[in-house]
């Protein structure tokens, strides 16, 4: 089973909400991420977390703050997000973290509009 | 720096028709490769990837990849495309746990 999973899969936000992502996987893996997708380009990455720790925060506004719960849960929290915040928000994981042959195995998304 | 190119933004194929998509990759030691497919609004799902090994490499949904060291490229191939695989692809280099994409290839394919 290579599955991840996302919820919600739709959310519309006003700039002043609070709302949270979230992202499920239990294949044992060890690394998760947060990515985010624009229309006809390719994901980019924001967050990093290897066994629990945030590892990589590819200088990511504060407006979002990731969190992990555990080695099978991750979230990303959303406050006072920007109309040009809208996108699909990817997340993946992968059995290990920092090797070339790490496969990546993303869940659906959530397409985020910010209003 | 490392970098993967794929020159075709769009291509279009009639329903049964073979089909190849490019990618080229720029990377200074042994090149991890990896081929994901994005429907419409959904997430990526992994077709196959390369690590080493026969240089052919067969993947989900009747897709494979042939790596070419001395061109610097891992193809895409299907010999007969049906109307579901229309979707956008996208190759990737592995880099220590990151992940270098390509900036992908639509594909459409017509009745």
């Known amino acids: 089973d290579t599955e991840v999973t996302q919820t919600p899969k739709h959310l519309v936000m006003g700039m002043t909400n609070k709302k949270s992502l979230k992202c499920e996987q239990h294949m044992g893996h060890r690394a998760m991420y947060w990515y985010k997708q624009k229309a006809k380009k390719p994901p980019e990455l924001m967050f990093v977390?290897?066994?629990?720790?945030?590892?990589i925060n590819e200088s990511v506004p504060s407006r979002f703050s990731p969190e992990c719960p555990n080695s099978s849960l991750l979230n990303l929290h959303l406050h006072a997000l920007q109309p040009e915040d809208s996108a699909l928000y990817l997340c993946?994981?992968?059995?290990?973290?920092?090797?070339?042959?790490?496969?990546?195995?993303f869940g659906p998304g959530t397409r985020l509009t910010v209003l | 720096a490392q970098s993967v190119t794929q020159p075709d933004i769009h291509i279009t194929v009639s329903e049964g028709a073979s089909l190849e998509l490019r990618c080229n990759y720029s990377y200074g030691a042994t090149p991890y490769l990896f081929w994901y497919v994005q429907s419409p609004g959904q997430g990526l799902q992994l077709l196959l990837k390369?690590?080493?090994?026969?240089?052919l490499v067969q993947g989900i949904k009747g897709f494979e990849a042939e790596f070419k060291r001395s061109q610097s490229s891992f193809n895409l191939r299907k010999p007969s495309v049906h109307w579901s695989d229309a979707a956008e692809y996208f190759c990737?280099?592995?880099?220590?746990?990151?992940?270098?994409f390509g900036k992908g290839t639509k594909l459409s394919v017509k009745p």
């Open positions: 990737a280099v592995g880099s220590q746990g990151n992940l270098i």
């Open positions: 977390y290897s066994y629990e720790k945030l590892s």
């Open positions: 993946a994981s992968s059995p290990s973290r920092g090797r070339s042959t790490d496969t990546q195995y």
């Open positions: 390369y690590f080493s090994g026969d240089t």
